[in-house]
């Protein structure tokens, strides 16, 4: 049981650049999250699926776009990346319903040069 | 709205001695609380969560939480440090109709040997 997996773990880009960050979960949870960590900062919801075809924007959307390709998958896309969004960026998943806790991938750690 | 305030952006302590994290939170609805764990380059990991069901919650490691809804918090306790509880912890709390979780910035906690 894998449970939540992010691709790639390491990235390093250049301005400008686009990259899509990977995420499946294999619990046949509801919800998937994208959040973004910075130091200092904790956990910043950049967007989240509340449920299959469903995207809403969390806290720090812009220069983001997802995809929730299906249950299992939900895809984080930088379009054209920027100095400001150098973080580790981890994907989660839950059932969707309060009381539930959420589980988390390994984490991506992108460097925007 | 749901936030959470972790008190204390970093504690030390010395191996042996009691461990106190300190969470507040605020909530338009009984909330659903949860502390994580994350280890240097690590996902997050649940420790504990309250669910409403009692409110001293026990967790992983020796890790408790007490719920007290006049002071609005949900503090971490441990009785006894041990060094490899060295990590940072977050507190959560459960967004309500959002479907997401909110977390605090983060206290990172150092055991002395």
């Known amino acids: 049981n894998a449970g939540v997996t992010q691709t790639p773990k390491f990235q390093v880009l250049k301005t400008g650049q686009s990259m899509t960050l990977q995420c499946a979960q294999d619990?046949?949870?509801?919800?998937m999250y994208w959040y973004r960590q910075d130091p200092g900062m904790g956990l910043r919801l950049i967007y989240y699926?509340?449920?299959?075809?469903?995207?809403d924007k969390g806290e720090v959307p812009n220069g983001y776009n997802v995809s929730r390709l299906n249950k299992r998958e939900f895809s984080l896309r930088l379009e054209s990346a920027a100095p400001s969004q150098t973080s580790v960026y981890f994907c989660?998943?839950?059932?969707?319903?309060?009381?539930?806790?959420?589980?988390f991938g390994q984490g991506t750690r992108l460097t925007v040069v | 709205a749901q936030s959470v305030t972790q008190l204390d952006s970093h504690v030390s302590v010395s191996e042996g001695t009691p461990v106190l994290l300190r969470c507040n939170y605020s909530?338009?609805?009984?909330?659903?609380l949860f502390w994580y764990v994350q280890h240097p380059n690590k996902g997050l990991q649940l420790l504990l969560k309250?669910?409403?069901?009692?409110?001293l919650v026990k967790g992983i490691n020796g890790f408790e939480a007490e719920f007290k809804k006049s002071e609005t918090s949900f503090h971490l306790t441990k009785p006894s440090a041990h060094m490899s509880d060295a990590a940072e912890y977050f507190c959560?709390?459960?967004?309500?109709?959002?479907?997401?979780?909110?977390f605090g910035k983060g206290t990172k906690l150092s055991v002395k040997p």
């Open positions: 989660a998943s839950t059932w969707g319903r309060q009381n539930t806790e959420a589980f």
């Open positions: 619990m046949n949870h509801n919800s």
């Open positions: 699926s509340a449920s299959e075809g469903t995207t």
């Open positions: 909530s338009s609805y009984s909330p659903s």
């Open positions: 309250y669910t409403s069901a009692a409110t």
């Open positions: 959560a709390n459960y967004g309500g109709s959002q479907g997401n979780l909110i």
